[in-house]
Protein backbone atom coordinates (compact mmCIF):
# COMPACT_ATOMS: atom_id res chain seq x y z
CA UNK A 1 0.00 0.00 0.00
CA UNK A 2 1.32 3.25 -0.80
CA UNK A 3 1.67 5.78 2.41
CA UNK A 4 1.18 9.24 1.58
CA UNK A 5 3.24 10.13 4.57
CA UNK A 6 6.42 9.29 2.06
CA UNK A 7 5.56 10.92 -0.92
CA UNK A 8 5.78 15.42 -1.24
CA UNK A 9 3.03 17.20 -2.19
CA UNK A 10 4.11 18.07 -5.10
CA UNK A 11 4.87 14.34 -6.20
CA UNK A 12 1.42 13.49 -5.54
CA UNK A 13 -0.03 16.11 -7.64
CA UNK A 14 2.10 14.78 -10.45
CA UNK A 15 1.03 11.43 -10.26
CA UNK A 16 -2.72 12.39 -9.73
CA UNK A 17 -2.72 14.48 -12.75
CA UNK A 18 -1.23 11.87 -14.85
CA UNK A 19 -3.59 9.02 -13.51
CA UNK A 20 -6.24 11.86 -14.61
CA UNK A 21 -4.89 12.09 -18.05
CA UNK A 22 -4.77 8.07 -17.75
CA UNK A 23 -8.21 8.09 -16.99
CA UNK A 24 -9.47 10.60 -19.58
CA UNK A 25 -7.81 8.24 -22.29
CA UNK A 26 -9.19 5.23 -21.24
CA UNK A 27 -5.59 3.85 -19.53
CA UNK A 28 -5.44 2.55 -16.22
CA UNK A 29 -3.63 4.19 -13.58
CA UNK A 30 -0.40 2.21 -12.29
CA UNK A 31 -0.95 4.29 -8.58
CA UNK A 32 -4.04 6.06 -8.23
CA UNK A 33 -4.81 5.76 -5.00
CA UNK A 34 -7.70 6.62 -2.52
CA UNK A 35 -5.38 7.86 0.10
CA UNK A 36 -3.77 10.78 -1.86
CA UNK A 37 -7.31 12.10 -1.96
CA UNK A 38 -7.03 14.08 1.36
CA UNK A 39 -3.86 15.64 1.44
CA UNK A 40 -4.49 16.80 -2.56
CA UNK A 41 -8.00 19.10 -2.14
CA UNK A 42 -7.00 20.79 1.47
CA UNK A 43 -4.17 21.83 -1.27
CA UNK A 44 -6.37 22.68 -4.32
CA UNK A 45 -8.47 24.89 -2.42
CA UNK A 46 -5.63 26.78 -1.35
CA UNK A 47 -4.69 27.42 -4.78
CA UNK A 48 -8.19 27.26 -6.68
CA UNK A 49 -9.07 30.81 -4.59
CA UNK A 50 -5.66 32.19 -5.86
CA UNK A 51 -6.45 32.94 -9.91
CA UNK A 52 -2.77 33.90 -10.49
CA UNK A 53 -1.05 31.02 -9.11
CA UNK A 54 -0.87 27.92 -11.40
CA UNK A 55 0.88 24.46 -11.38
CA UNK A 56 2.76 23.22 -13.84
CA UNK A 57 3.71 19.40 -14.10
CA UNK A 58 6.42 17.72 -15.84
CA UNK A 59 3.57 16.81 -18.16
CA UNK A 60 2.56 20.48 -19.33
CA UNK A 61 -0.98 20.14 -18.80
CA UNK A 62 -2.10 20.46 -15.19
CA UNK A 63 -3.54 24.00 -14.44
CA UNK A 64 -5.72 24.90 -11.74
CA UNK A 65 -7.29 21.58 -10.64
CA UNK A 66 -11.41 22.17 -10.31
CA UNK A 67 -12.89 20.08 -7.44
CA UNK A 68 -15.13 18.24 -9.67
CA UNK A 69 -12.11 16.59 -11.08
CA UNK A 70 -11.16 15.79 -6.94
CA UNK A 71 -14.55 13.83 -7.06
CA UNK A 72 -13.76 10.95 -9.31
CA UNK A 73 -16.68 9.22 -10.87
CA UNK A 74 -16.10 6.21 -9.15
CA UNK A 75 -15.96 7.83 -5.97
CA UNK A 76 -18.34 6.65 -3.28
CA UNK A 77 -21.43 8.66 -2.37
CA UNK A 78 -21.15 8.40 1.49
CA UNK A 79 -17.35 8.71 1.39
CA UNK A 80 -17.99 12.12 -0.33
CA UNK A 81 -21.08 13.42 1.79
CA UNK A 82 -19.12 12.30 4.63
CA UNK A 83 -15.94 14.80 3.51
CA UNK A 84 -19.16 17.62 3.03
CA UNK A 85 -20.05 17.28 6.59
CA UNK A 86 -15.85 17.38 7.87
CA UNK A 87 -15.44 20.66 6.42
CA UNK A 88 -19.00 21.61 7.61
CA UNK A 89 -18.31 20.67 11.24
CA UNK A 90 -14.67 22.38 11.24
CA UNK A 91 -16.62 25.55 10.10
CA UNK A 92 -14.36 25.52 6.58
CA UNK A 93 -17.77 26.55 5.16
CA UNK A 94 -15.96 27.64 1.28
CA UNK A 95 -14.56 24.13 1.27
CA UNK A 96 -17.55 22.44 2.46
CA UNK A 97 -19.76 24.76 -0.12
CA UNK A 98 -17.18 24.19 -2.60
CA UNK A 99 -17.46 20.08 -2.00
CA UNK A 100 -21.44 20.50 -2.58
CA UNK A 101 -21.49 22.65 -5.64
CA UNK A 102 -19.21 20.10 -6.94
CA UNK A 103 -20.70 17.11 -5.77
CA UNK A 104 -24.03 18.51 -7.67
CA UNK A 105 -22.33 18.96 -10.85
CA UNK A 106 -21.60 15.01 -11.43
CA UNK A 107 -23.27 13.41 -14.23
CA UNK A 108 -23.87 10.09 -12.68
CA UNK A 109 -26.61 9.77 -9.92
CA UNK A 110 -24.34 10.31 -6.68
CA UNK A 111 -25.96 13.30 -5.39
CA UNK A 112 -25.65 15.41 -1.87
CA UNK A 113 -28.05 14.20 0.19
CA UNK A 114 -30.19 16.06 3.44
CA UNK A 115 -27.54 16.19 5.62
CA UNK A 116 -24.90 17.40 3.69
CA UNK A 117 -26.96 20.84 2.88
CA UNK A 118 -27.84 20.89 6.26
CA UNK A 119 -24.73 21.00 8.01
CA UNK A 120 -23.41 23.04 5.12
CA UNK A 121 -26.33 25.79 6.36
CA UNK A 122 -25.83 25.47 9.99
CA UNK A 123 -22.48 26.13 9.37
CA UNK A 124 -23.22 29.47 7.47
CA UNK A 125 -25.32 30.37 9.94
CA UNK A 126 -23.27 29.72 12.81
CA UNK A 127 -20.63 32.14 11.09
CA UNK A 128 -23.24 34.52 10.67
CA UNK A 129 -23.68 34.52 14.58
CA UNK A 130 -20.25 34.38 15.58
CA UNK A 131 -19.06 37.07 12.55
CA UNK A 132 -16.60 40.14 14.08
CA UNK A 133 -18.56 42.72 11.90
CA UNK A 134 -22.34 43.24 10.54
CA UNK A 135 -20.62 42.91 6.78
CA UNK A 136 -19.10 39.45 7.79
CA UNK A 137 -22.45 38.48 8.78
CA UNK A 138 -24.57 39.57 6.28
CA UNK A 139 -22.06 37.69 3.51
CA UNK A 140 -22.62 34.65 5.87
CA UNK A 141 -26.34 34.90 5.65
CA UNK A 142 -26.32 35.65 2.20
CA UNK A 143 -24.77 32.10 1.25
CA UNK A 144 -26.77 30.44 3.81
CA UNK A 145 -29.70 32.13 2.31
CA UNK A 146 -28.54 31.25 -1.03
CA UNK A 147 -28.18 27.26 0.07
CA UNK A 148 -32.00 26.95 1.29
CA UNK A 149 -32.78 28.41 -2.59
CA UNK A 150 -30.83 25.74 -4.03
CA UNK A 151 -32.19 23.21 -1.75
CA UNK A 152 -35.67 24.23 -2.47
CA UNK A 153 -34.86 24.10 -6.73
CA UNK A 154 -33.75 20.52 -6.23
CA UNK A 155 -36.38 18.11 -7.75
CA UNK A 156 -35.73 14.93 -5.54
CA UNK A 157 -37.67 14.23 -2.82
CA UNK A 158 -36.17 14.51 1.00
CA UNK A 159 -34.16 17.75 0.03
CA UNK A 160 -36.49 20.26 0.73
CA UNK A 161 -35.18 22.18 3.18
CA UNK A 162 -37.92 22.21 6.87
CA UNK A 163 -39.46 24.81 8.11
CA UNK A 164 -37.26 25.27 11.20
CA UNK A 165 -34.47 26.25 8.79
CA UNK A 166 -36.56 28.98 6.77
CA UNK A 167 -37.11 30.06 10.09
CA UNK A 168 -33.33 30.03 11.16
CA UNK A 169 -32.52 31.71 8.14
CA UNK A 170 -35.34 34.25 8.86
CA UNK A 171 -33.78 34.53 12.80
CA UNK A 172 -30.74 35.41 11.20
CA UNK A 173 -31.78 37.85 8.90
CA UNK A 174 -33.56 39.39 11.99
CA UNK A 175 -29.72 39.26 13.62
CA UNK A 176 -28.74 41.66 11.27
CA UNK A 177 -31.62 43.73 10.92
CA UNK A 178 -29.82 46.88 11.45
CA UNK A 179 -27.82 46.34 7.86
CA UNK A 180 -29.43 47.63 5.24
CA UNK A 181 -31.40 45.30 2.71
CA UNK A 182 -30.96 42.95 5.62
CA UNK A 183 -35.32 43.18 6.14
CA UNK A 184 -36.04 42.83 2.00
CA UNK A 185 -33.78 39.69 2.21
CA UNK A 186 -36.11 38.31 4.85
CA UNK A 187 -39.36 39.29 3.43
CA UNK A 188 -37.80 37.61 0.41
CA UNK A 189 -37.65 34.19 2.05
CA UNK A 190 -40.96 34.67 3.50
CA UNK A 191 -42.65 34.66 0.13
CA UNK A 192 -40.87 31.83 -1.23
CA UNK A 193 -42.78 30.26 1.48
CA UNK A 194 -45.71 31.84 0.83
CA UNK A 195 -45.87 30.50 -2.73
CA UNK A 196 -45.10 26.90 -1.53
CA UNK A 197 -47.44 24.26 -2.61
CA UNK A 198 -46.49 21.97 0.10
CA UNK A 199 -48.88 22.62 3.31
CA UNK A 200 -45.27 21.28 4.85
CA UNK A 201 -43.21 24.06 4.00
CA UNK A 202 -45.88 26.98 4.29
CA UNK A 203 -44.90 30.04 7.09
CA UNK A 204 -46.00 29.46 10.34
CA UNK A 205 -46.59 32.17 12.85
CA UNK A 206 -43.00 32.26 14.31
CA UNK A 207 -42.35 32.35 10.22
CA UNK A 208 -44.18 35.88 10.25
CA UNK A 209 -43.02 36.89 13.33
CA UNK A 210 -38.88 36.40 12.42
CA UNK A 211 -39.39 39.11 9.24
CA UNK A 212 -41.72 41.36 11.17
CA UNK A 213 -38.59 41.71 13.90
CA UNK A 214 -36.45 42.30 11.01
CA UNK A 215 -38.56 45.12 10.05
CA UNK A 216 -39.38 46.40 13.52
CA UNK A 217 -35.44 46.25 14.21
CA UNK A 218 -34.04 47.84 11.24
CA UNK A 219 -33.30 51.90 9.95
CA UNK A 220 -35.42 51.37 7.20
CA UNK A 221 -37.49 54.96 7.61
CA UNK A 222 -40.95 52.95 6.78
CA UNK A 223 -40.43 50.33 8.27
CA UNK A 224 -43.94 50.61 10.20
CA UNK A 225 -45.56 50.26 6.65
CA UNK A 226 -43.65 47.44 5.50
CA UNK A 227 -44.35 45.63 8.81
CA UNK A 228 -48.56 46.53 8.57
CA UNK A 229 -48.71 45.15 4.98
CA UNK A 230 -47.12 41.93 6.11
CA UNK A 231 -49.08 41.93 9.05
CA UNK A 232 -52.41 42.41 7.09
CA UNK A 233 -51.52 39.38 5.09
CA UNK A 234 -51.13 36.99 7.89
CA UNK A 235 -54.18 34.52 7.37
CA UNK A 236 -53.35 32.30 10.41
CA UNK A 237 -54.14 32.84 13.69
CA UNK A 238 -51.68 35.74 14.95
CA UNK A 239 -50.03 35.27 18.79
CA UNK A 240 -48.87 38.24 21.51
CA UNK A 241 -45.54 38.10 19.88
CA UNK A 242 -47.42 39.25 16.63
CA UNK A 243 -48.78 42.62 18.27
CA UNK A 244 -45.63 43.05 20.73
CA UNK A 245 -43.53 43.18 17.35
CA UNK A 246 -46.19 45.25 15.52
CA UNK A 247 -46.32 47.81 18.47
CA UNK A 248 -42.25 47.70 18.42
CA UNK A 249 -42.21 48.57 14.60
CA UNK A 250 -44.67 51.51 14.50
CA UNK A 251 -43.60 53.18 17.42
CA UNK A 252 -39.34 53.16 16.47
CA UNK A 253 -40.63 54.34 13.09
CA UNK A 254 -40.62 58.24 11.84
CA UNK A 255 -43.68 58.05 10.05
CA UNK A 256 -46.40 60.17 10.61
CA UNK A 257 -48.80 58.01 11.85
CA UNK A 258 -46.64 55.81 13.64
CA UNK A 259 -48.07 56.73 17.65
CA UNK A 260 -51.63 56.37 16.30
CA UNK A 261 -50.72 52.95 14.42
CA UNK A 262 -48.65 51.66 17.48
CA UNK A 263 -51.91 52.63 19.88
CA UNK A 264 -54.34 50.88 17.86
CA UNK A 265 -52.29 47.67 17.99
CA UNK A 266 -52.32 47.80 21.42
CA UNK A 267 -56.04 48.53 21.65
CA UNK A 268 -56.73 44.84 19.80
CA UNK A 269 -54.54 43.56 22.30
CA UNK A 270 -56.64 44.66 25.15
CA UNK A 271 -59.58 43.62 23.25
CA UNK A 272 -58.56 40.01 22.88
CA UNK A 273 -57.37 40.56 26.53
CA UNK A 274 -60.71 41.22 27.78
CA UNK A 275 -61.89 38.19 25.72
CA UNK A 276 -59.23 36.01 26.98
CA UNK A 277 -60.27 37.29 31.10
CA UNK A 278 -64.20 36.34 30.01
CA UNK A 279 -63.44 33.26 29.19
CA UNK A 280 -61.10 32.27 31.90
CA UNK A 281 -58.10 31.18 29.18
CA UNK A 282 -54.76 32.21 30.21
CA UNK A 283 -54.04 36.21 29.75
CA UNK A 284 -51.50 36.27 27.14
CA UNK A 285 -52.44 39.34 25.54
CA UNK A 286 -51.63 41.16 28.19
CA UNK A 287 -49.44 44.33 27.06
CA UNK A 288 -46.15 44.55 28.61
CA UNK A 289 -44.32 48.05 30.57
CA UNK A 290 -42.31 47.71 27.43
CA UNK A 291 -45.17 48.04 25.61
CA UNK A 292 -46.82 51.08 27.14
CA UNK A 293 -43.76 53.17 26.77
CA UNK A 294 -42.70 52.42 23.03
CA UNK A 295 -46.39 53.75 22.41
CA UNK A 296 -46.02 57.09 24.90
CA UNK A 297 -42.12 57.76 24.10
CA UNK A 298 -44.05 57.66 20.25
CA UNK A 299 -46.09 60.20 21.10
CA UNK A 300 -43.85 62.39 22.47
CA UNK A 301 -42.35 62.41 19.07
CA UNK A 302 -45.67 62.35 16.81
CA UNK A 303 -46.46 64.84 14.91
CA UNK A 304 -50.07 65.65 15.77
CA UNK A 305 -51.61 68.76 17.62
CA UNK A 306 -53.54 66.27 19.26
CA UNK A 307 -50.85 64.18 20.34
CA UNK A 308 -51.37 65.27 24.51
CA UNK A 309 -54.74 64.05 24.35
CA UNK A 310 -54.31 60.86 22.72
CA UNK A 311 -51.23 59.95 25.13
CA UNK A 312 -53.57 60.72 28.01
CA UNK A 313 -56.16 58.42 26.88
CA UNK A 314 -53.43 55.54 26.71
CA UNK A 315 -53.09 56.18 30.29
CA UNK A 316 -56.59 55.92 30.43
CA UNK A 317 -56.81 52.58 28.89
CA UNK A 318 -53.88 51.46 31.42
CA UNK A 319 -56.07 52.67 34.02
CA UNK A 320 -59.06 50.98 33.00
CA UNK A 321 -57.52 47.82 32.41
CA UNK A 322 -56.14 47.67 35.73
CA UNK A 323 -60.10 48.70 37.57
CA UNK A 324 -61.13 46.36 35.89
CA UNK A 325 -59.10 43.49 36.80
CA UNK A 326 -58.06 42.41 33.69
CA UNK A 327 -54.21 43.43 34.37
CA UNK A 328 -52.65 44.45 37.67
CA UNK A 329 -50.29 46.33 35.48
CA UNK A 330 -49.97 50.31 36.75
CA UNK A 331 -48.27 53.00 35.63
CA UNK A 332 -44.78 53.68 36.35
CA UNK A 333 -43.20 57.44 36.63
CA UNK A 334 -41.55 56.83 33.19
CA UNK A 335 -45.21 56.84 31.46
CA UNK A 336 -45.97 59.73 33.30
CA UNK A 337 -42.63 61.49 32.01
CA UNK A 338 -43.60 60.77 28.61
CA UNK A 339 -47.62 62.10 28.79
CA UNK A 340 -45.63 65.17 30.84
CA UNK A 341 -43.79 65.46 27.76
CA UNK A 342 -46.22 65.31 25.28
CA UNK A 343 -47.96 68.26 26.65
CA UNK A 344 -45.06 70.26 26.68
CA UNK A 345 -44.46 70.25 23.38
CA UNK A 346 -48.03 70.29 22.38
CA UNK A 347 -48.58 73.96 24.24
CA UNK A 348 -51.70 71.86 25.33
CA UNK A 349 -53.62 72.20 29.24
CA UNK A 350 -56.33 70.07 28.82
CA UNK A 351 -57.27 66.94 28.49
CA UNK A 352 -59.76 64.33 26.12
CA UNK A 353 -63.50 64.36 26.94
CA UNK A 354 -65.95 62.00 25.26
CA UNK A 355 -68.97 63.58 24.49
CA UNK A 356 -71.73 62.25 22.26
CA UNK A 357 -71.56 65.06 19.74
CA UNK A 358 -70.47 62.74 16.92
CA UNK A 359 -67.58 64.65 16.57
CA UNK A 360 -64.60 62.41 16.19
CA UNK A 361 -62.08 65.16 16.76
CA UNK A 362 -60.55 65.43 20.38
CA UNK A 363 -62.37 68.50 22.48
CA UNK A 364 -60.10 69.72 25.30
CA UNK A 365 -61.43 71.16 28.43
CA UNK A 366 -58.63 73.50 30.78
CA UNK A 367 -58.72 71.37 32.84
CA UNK A 368 -55.65 71.30 34.87
CA UNK A 369 -53.88 68.04 33.27
CA UNK A 370 -50.54 68.59 34.45
CA UNK A 371 -51.45 69.17 38.21
CA UNK A 372 -53.19 65.57 38.12
CA UNK A 373 -50.63 64.08 36.48
CA UNK A 374 -48.05 65.29 39.05
CA UNK A 375 -50.61 64.40 41.86
CA UNK A 376 -50.56 60.97 40.23
CA UNK A 377 -47.19 60.91 40.41
CA UNK A 378 -47.13 61.83 44.86
CA UNK A 379 -50.14 59.60 45.42
CA UNK A 380 -47.53 56.57 44.04
CA UNK A 381 -45.07 57.42 46.08
CA UNK A 382 -42.90 58.76 43.36
CA UNK A 383 -40.88 61.73 43.22
CA UNK A 384 -41.31 63.67 40.15
CA UNK A 385 -37.48 64.10 38.42
CA UNK A 386 -36.20 66.79 36.20
CA UNK A 387 -37.95 66.01 32.90
CA UNK A 388 -41.05 65.65 34.98
CA UNK A 389 -40.58 68.97 36.48
CA UNK A 390 -39.54 70.68 33.52
CA UNK A 391 -42.14 69.37 31.16
CA UNK A 392 -44.80 70.80 33.55
CA UNK A 393 -43.15 74.17 33.89
CA UNK A 394 -42.48 74.39 29.87
CA UNK A 395 -46.57 73.27 29.57
CA UNK A 396 -47.33 76.45 31.58
CA UNK A 397 -45.03 78.93 29.93
CA UNK A 398 -46.03 77.21 26.76
CA UNK A 399 -50.04 78.49 27.27
CA UNK A 400 -49.32 81.41 28.89
CA UNK A 401 -47.15 82.97 25.71
CA UNK A 402 -49.87 81.09 23.64
CA UNK A 403 -52.44 84.03 23.00
CA UNK A 404 -55.65 81.63 22.01
CA UNK A 405 -55.11 79.73 25.34
CA UNK A 406 -54.69 82.40 28.05
CA UNK A 407 -57.29 84.86 28.66
CA UNK A 408 -55.00 86.18 31.02
CA UNK A 409 -51.22 84.56 30.80
CA UNK A 410 -50.59 85.64 34.49
CA UNK A 411 -52.21 82.84 36.70
CA UNK A 412 -50.38 80.28 34.66
CA UNK A 413 -47.36 81.91 34.46
CA UNK A 414 -47.46 82.33 38.62
CA UNK A 415 -48.22 78.34 38.98
CA UNK A 416 -45.32 77.69 36.68
CA UNK A 417 -42.94 79.36 39.09
CA UNK A 418 -45.34 77.42 41.99
CA UNK A 419 -43.66 74.43 40.48
CA UNK A 420 -39.65 75.73 40.15
CA UNK A 421 -40.35 76.07 43.82
CA UNK A 422 -41.65 72.75 44.32
CA UNK A 423 -38.68 71.79 42.49
CA UNK A 424 -36.28 73.19 44.20
CA UNK A 425 -37.97 71.62 47.39
CA UNK A 426 -37.73 68.35 45.96
CA UNK A 427 -33.72 68.23 45.68
CA UNK A 428 -33.77 67.70 49.39
CA UNK A 429 -35.68 64.90 48.73
CA UNK A 430 -34.31 63.16 45.75
CA UNK A 431 -31.39 62.92 43.97
CA UNK A 432 -33.14 62.44 40.77
CA UNK A 433 -34.03 66.19 40.81
CA UNK A 434 -31.79 68.79 39.54
CA UNK A 435 -32.26 72.87 39.22
CA UNK A 436 -30.67 75.09 36.30
CA UNK A 437 -30.61 77.99 34.92
CA UNK A 438 -33.08 77.13 31.92
CA UNK A 439 -35.93 76.36 34.28
CA UNK A 440 -35.60 79.72 35.86
CA UNK A 441 -35.42 81.00 31.97
CA UNK A 442 -38.52 78.90 31.28
CA UNK A 443 -40.50 80.71 33.91
CA UNK A 444 -39.51 83.58 32.88
CA UNK A 445 -40.55 83.11 29.71
CA UNK A 446 -43.60 82.83 31.34
CA UNK A 447 -43.89 86.12 32.61
CA UNK A 448 -42.75 87.80 29.32
CA UNK A 449 -46.61 87.15 28.40
CA UNK A 450 -48.44 89.60 30.76
CA UNK A 451 -47.99 93.24 30.85
CA UNK A 452 -48.79 93.01 34.18
CA UNK A 453 -46.65 95.08 37.43
CA UNK A 454 -46.57 92.00 39.29
CA UNK A 455 -44.70 90.29 36.46
CA UNK A 456 -41.50 92.59 36.75
CA UNK A 457 -41.53 92.62 40.69
CA UNK A 458 -41.72 88.66 40.39
CA UNK A 459 -38.87 88.47 37.21
CA UNK A 460 -36.44 90.77 39.74
CA UNK A 461 -37.02 88.25 42.82
CA UNK A 462 -36.33 85.35 40.29
CA UNK A 463 -32.98 87.21 38.82
CA UNK A 464 -31.59 88.35 42.84
CA UNK A 465 -32.56 84.13 43.94
CA UNK A 466 -30.31 83.61 40.60
CA UNK A 467 -27.41 85.65 41.25
CA UNK A 468 -27.55 85.14 45.14
CA UNK A 469 -27.17 81.40 44.43
CA UNK A 470 -24.11 79.43 45.70
CA UNK A 471 -25.17 76.79 43.16
CA UNK A 472 -23.16 77.97 39.64
CA UNK A 473 -25.98 75.69 37.93
CA UNK A 474 -28.27 78.08 38.66
CA UNK A 475 -26.67 81.34 37.48
CA UNK A 476 -27.84 83.96 35.31
CA UNK A 477 -27.39 84.03 31.80
CA UNK A 478 -27.35 86.49 28.63
CA UNK A 479 -30.70 84.83 27.97
CA UNK A 480 -31.74 85.71 31.34
CA UNK A 481 -31.44 89.31 31.35
CA UNK A 482 -32.53 89.43 28.07
CA UNK A 483 -36.21 88.22 29.53
CA UNK A 484 -36.01 90.19 32.22
CA UNK A 485 -35.37 93.38 29.43
CA UNK A 486 -38.80 91.84 27.76
CA UNK A 487 -40.93 91.73 30.50
CA UNK A 488 -39.78 95.12 31.77
CA UNK A 489 -40.39 96.26 28.07
CA UNK A 490 -43.73 95.12 27.79
CA UNK A 491 -45.08 96.29 31.21
CA UNK A 492 -47.76 98.97 31.33
CA UNK A 493 -46.13 99.99 34.89
CA UNK A 494 -44.43 103.80 35.57
CA UNK A 495 -41.39 102.55 35.31
CA UNK A 496 -38.84 104.41 33.69
CA UNK A 497 -37.51 102.26 31.45
CA UNK A 498 -34.70 104.13 30.22
CA UNK A 499 -32.64 104.48 33.87
CA UNK A 500 -34.45 100.81 34.50
CA UNK A 501 -32.83 98.92 31.46
CA UNK A 502 -29.51 100.80 31.58
CA UNK A 503 -29.29 100.06 34.96
CA UNK A 504 -29.97 96.19 34.59
CA UNK A 505 -27.57 95.92 31.44
CA UNK A 506 -24.74 97.43 33.10
CA UNK A 507 -26.11 94.62 35.86
CA UNK A 508 -25.83 91.89 33.32
CA UNK A 509 -22.65 92.72 31.84
CA UNK A 510 -20.84 93.06 35.10
CA UNK A 511 -22.74 89.96 36.64
CA UNK A 512 -21.70 87.85 33.05
CA UNK A 513 -17.55 89.18 33.61
CA UNK A 514 -17.94 87.58 37.10
CA UNK A 515 -19.13 84.47 35.80
CA UNK A 516 -16.69 83.87 33.00
CA UNK A 517 -19.64 84.68 30.77
CA UNK A 518 -20.13 87.04 27.91
CA UNK A 519 -23.32 88.57 26.39
CA UNK A 520 -24.77 88.16 23.36
CA UNK A 521 -26.44 90.56 20.79
CA UNK A 522 -29.72 89.27 22.01
CA UNK A 523 -29.23 90.89 24.83
CA UNK A 524 -28.42 94.36 23.57
CA UNK A 525 -31.43 94.11 20.99
CA UNK A 526 -33.69 93.60 24.31
CA UNK A 527 -31.89 96.68 25.74
CA UNK A 528 -33.05 99.17 22.39
CA UNK A 529 -36.78 97.76 22.43
CA UNK A 530 -36.61 98.28 26.18
CA UNK A 531 -35.34 101.92 25.84
CA UNK A 532 -38.10 102.19 22.75
CA UNK A 533 -40.83 101.28 24.98
CA UNK A 534 -40.49 104.67 27.09
CA UNK A 535 -42.14 108.35 26.28
CA UNK A 536 -41.07 109.18 22.84
CA UNK A 537 -38.33 111.62 22.40
CA UNK A 538 -35.30 112.41 20.29
CA UNK A 539 -33.27 112.12 23.30
CA UNK A 540 -34.28 108.77 23.82
CA UNK A 541 -33.63 107.79 20.26
CA UNK A 542 -30.09 109.31 20.63
CA UNK A 543 -29.47 106.26 23.28
CA UNK A 544 -30.61 103.53 21.06
CA UNK A 545 -28.18 105.02 18.49
CA UNK A 546 -25.41 104.83 21.18
CA UNK A 547 -26.24 101.13 22.02
CA UNK A 548 -25.53 100.50 18.25
CA UNK A 549 -22.42 102.36 18.15
CA UNK A 550 -21.55 100.16 21.50
CA UNK A 551 -21.73 97.05 19.41
CA UNK A 552 -19.99 98.24 16.72
CA UNK A 553 -17.28 98.63 19.24
CA UNK A 554 -17.72 95.12 21.22
CA UNK A 555 -15.33 92.09 20.78
CA UNK A 556 -18.09 90.07 21.64
CA UNK A 557 -20.59 90.99 19.55
CA UNK A 558 -22.55 91.40 15.94
CA UNK A 559 -24.94 93.25 15.04
CA UNK A 560 -27.85 91.63 13.17
CA UNK A 561 -31.09 92.00 11.18
CA UNK A 562 -33.11 91.99 14.32
CA UNK A 563 -30.92 94.74 15.52
CA UNK A 564 -32.25 97.20 12.69
CA UNK A 565 -35.34 95.82 12.96
CA UNK A 566 -35.77 97.30 16.71
CA UNK A 567 -34.04 100.29 15.41
CA UNK A 568 -36.16 101.05 12.84
CA UNK A 569 -39.11 100.30 15.24
CA UNK A 570 -37.84 102.69 17.77
CA UNK A 571 -37.19 105.28 15.01
CA UNK A 572 -41.02 104.93 14.46
CA UNK A 573 -42.38 105.29 17.78
CA UNK A 574 -39.93 107.72 19.58
CA UNK A 575 -39.30 110.20 16.74
CA UNK A 576 -41.96 112.67 15.44
CA UNK A 577 -43.22 112.11 11.63
CA UNK A 578 -41.65 114.42 9.68
CA UNK A 579 -38.04 114.74 7.92
CA UNK A 580 -35.69 113.83 11.16
CA UNK A 581 -37.83 110.51 11.31
CA UNK A 582 -37.20 110.03 7.86
CA UNK A 583 -33.67 110.78 7.68
CA UNK A 584 -33.16 107.94 10.73
CA UNK A 585 -34.73 105.37 8.94
CA UNK A 586 -32.81 106.31 5.73
CA UNK A 587 -29.81 106.24 7.24
CA UNK A 588 -30.52 102.87 9.54
CA UNK A 589 -31.75 100.61 6.21
CA UNK A 590 -28.70 101.76 4.40
CA UNK A 591 -26.42 100.81 6.92
CA UNK A 592 -27.90 97.14 7.15
CA UNK A 593 -27.45 97.06 3.50
CA UNK A 594 -23.86 98.07 3.36
CA UNK A 595 -23.84 95.50 6.49
CA UNK A 596 -25.80 92.67 4.14
CA UNK A 597 -28.50 92.17 6.95
CA UNK A 598 -31.64 92.54 4.92
CA UNK A 599 -33.85 90.07 5.17
CA UNK A 600 -37.87 89.87 4.35
CA UNK A 601 -38.77 90.91 7.95
CA UNK A 602 -36.61 93.86 7.92
CA UNK A 603 -37.67 94.95 4.41
CA UNK A 604 -41.29 94.64 5.40
CA UNK A 605 -41.01 96.76 8.11
CA UNK A 606 -38.85 99.77 6.41
CA UNK A 607 -42.10 99.24 3.83
CA UNK A 608 -44.45 99.42 6.59
CA UNK A 609 -43.16 102.49 8.38
CA UNK A 610 -41.50 104.85 5.54
CA UNK A 611 -42.90 107.27 3.12
CA UNK A 612 -43.68 105.26 -0.58
CA UNK A 613 -40.71 108.08 -2.24
CA UNK A 614 -38.25 106.59 0.18
CA UNK A 615 -39.19 102.92 -0.47
CA UNK A 616 -39.18 103.33 -4.38
CA UNK A 617 -35.86 105.84 -4.07
CA UNK A 618 -33.42 103.11 -1.44
CA UNK A 619 -35.44 99.81 -2.67
CA UNK A 620 -37.43 99.75 -6.04
CA UNK A 621 -35.07 101.39 -8.09
CA UNK A 622 -31.74 99.21 -6.76
CA UNK A 623 -33.51 96.13 -7.19
CA UNK A 624 -33.13 94.78 -10.28
CA UNK A 625 -35.98 92.14 -12.77
CA UNK A 626 -35.13 88.13 -13.19
CA UNK A 627 -36.35 85.86 -16.09
CA UNK A 628 -39.56 85.90 -14.55
CA UNK A 629 -40.17 89.53 -14.27
CA UNK A 630 -39.80 89.59 -10.11
CA UNK A 631 -38.20 92.39 -8.90
CA UNK A 632 -35.58 91.19 -6.65
CA UNK A 633 -32.85 93.15 -4.11
CA UNK A 634 -28.99 93.54 -4.60
CA UNK A 635 -27.40 90.10 -4.09
CA UNK A 636 -24.62 92.31 -1.92
CA UNK A 637 -28.02 93.38 1.02
Not at 186 to 203: A, D, G, R, T, W
Amino acid sequence: MISRCHISTSTRLRRYAFSKSLQISGKKCPFYHPLLWDGFFSKAVRWESNKSRRFNSSFGWFQQVSKLEWFGDGKDSSEMNKLVLQYAKEDKNVESQECLVALEQRADEVFPDLDAYSAVLNAWLRQSENAENADDAYIAVEKATGLLFRMRDQSKKGLKPSIPQHNAVLEAWGRISQVKGSPQQSQKVLEEMEHEHSINCKPTIESYNLVLSSWAGSQEHLRGSAAQEIFERILIPKNDKTYRIMIQAWSHSKEVKAAFRATGHLMKMLRLLQEQHAKGETKSMEPTVENYHSILKAWTEARDKHAAGKAFNVLRLLEDTYLKRYSDLQADLSMYRFILQTHARSKVLGEPVSEDSGDSSLIMTHAPTIDKLLSKIWDRQYVPDTVCFASAITTYANCAVHESLADDPLPLAKRAEELLQEMVKSTLRSDTVEVATEHYNTVLRAYTATKREEAVDAAFKLLDTMENSSDNRIWPNSTTYSLVLTILTKSESTYMKVEEGEKLMSRALRQLRNYGAKPDIFLYNALIRAIASDVPSERTFRKTLQILREIHESKDVEANSETFYCLLEASASLLETGPTQFGAMEKLFSHACDAGLIDRPLLTLFRSISPPSIFSRIVVDAAKIDDDGTRVIPTTW
